[in-house]
């Protein structure tokens, strides 16, 4: 197991309430490994594309043998 720290751009829609938001997050974080910490560092509203862009810097704990998505280490 390792430590990575990664940056994240996820599309926010806007049938996502602020309510389901973490939840949504941790559905997205999980795609790579599991998060350790995380943290919203910025929002961008997009209302043409009716959705809006939640920036996010994430710990995670990944594991080799897991088959997740690679993490690009041009965002790191």
Known sequence: MNLEFIEL???WPF???L????NYILS???EYGEPLRWAITS???H???K??????EVVLIVS??????TINPELN
């Open 28 to 30: 997205k974080l999980m």
């Open 47 to 49: 209302p043409e594309r």
């Open 64 to 69: 080799q043998d897991k088959g997740k998505k």
């Open 9 to 11: 751009d996820l599309d």
């Open 15 to 17: 049938e996502v309430s």
């Open 19 to 22: 309510f389901d938001l973490k």
């Open 51 to 56: 959705i809006q862009i939640i920036s996010v």
């Open 43 to 45: 929002v961008t509203n």
